[in-house]
């Protein structure tokens, strides 16, 4: 049973630029989440996909933007890199009729 | 926006000893989750608490969701050193939905 998979495992950006990063939720699940966890710090939450439309959304501007496709899984982009976005991003998933969310293992974006 | 506060920040325990940990809100929660984070890896959902009042046991973590909705406690007895991690407390207002997290617990075992 293959868990929350996420792509690439690190990534270095120039601010300014862009970046794009993928999750392939849990087997069975139908609902993916991203977060950001900055060093030191407790995962943020950014937004949440079911059907492939954002269903809620954390306080990230409009940089922010994703995308969930008719296999579940999930884009998140990032346009006009700051050096503040250096994080650790994790996707969660879980079953839209469920109450437990399961987390990737993170892509660690560094913005230079 | 809300927030968590856990504590202590970090906890520096021998093995063998009892390991305690809360967290607490200025707002009400209906969902309580606790996760460990081992370093560079995602969150690891150890126990998920649904009722105010709930007391739930995972092998030797044993969580409890406040009967005011505001706050939670994990305990971890007879510590061994895999228990070494990031604890972070977090918490749904619906089950699955957004989560907010604390800041988290550093725990250190000293074999």
């Known amino acids: 049973d293959a868990g929350v998979t996420q792509s690439p495992t690190h990534l270095i950006k120039t601010r300014g630029q862009q970046v794009t990063l993928r999750c392939s939720p849990k087997?069975?699940?139908?609902?993916v989440s991203w977060y950001q966890q900055a060093l030191g710090q407790g995962p943020q939450f950014i937004f949440q996909y079911y059907e492939e439309e954002e269903r809620q959304r954390g306080n990230f501007p409009d940089r922010f933007s994703g995308h969930q496709f008719p296999n579940y899984s999930s884009e998140l982009n990032v346009n006009a890199l700051l050096l503040g976005d250096s994080a650790l991003y994790l996707c969660?998933?879980?079953?839209?009729?469920?109450?437990?969310?399961?987390f990737g293992p993170g892509t660690r974006l560094t913005v230079t | 926006g809300q927030q968590l506060n856990q504590s202590p920040q970090s906890m520096f325990i021998q093995e063998g000893e009892d390991v305690s940990m809360n967290c607490t809100s200025s707002?009400?929660?209906?969902?309580w989750l606790w996760y460990k984070q081992d370093p560079g890896e995602g969150p690891v959902l150890l126990i998920a608490l649904y009722k105010a009042g709930e007391l739930t046991s995972n092998g030797r973590l044993t969580a409890q969701f406040g009967i005011t909705r505001k706050d939670s406690f994990l305990n971890i007895s007879a510590s061994i050193p895999s228990d070494v991690g990031i604890y972070f407390c977090a918490a749904a207002n619906n089950a699955g939905n957004m989560l907010t997290f604390g800041g988290g617990t550093r725990l250190m075992v000293k074999p």
């Open positions: 707002s009400i929660f209906n969902t």
């Open positions: 969660a998933s879980r079953k839209w009729t469920g109450n437990e969310q399961y």
């Open positions: 087997s069975g699940h139908d609902t």
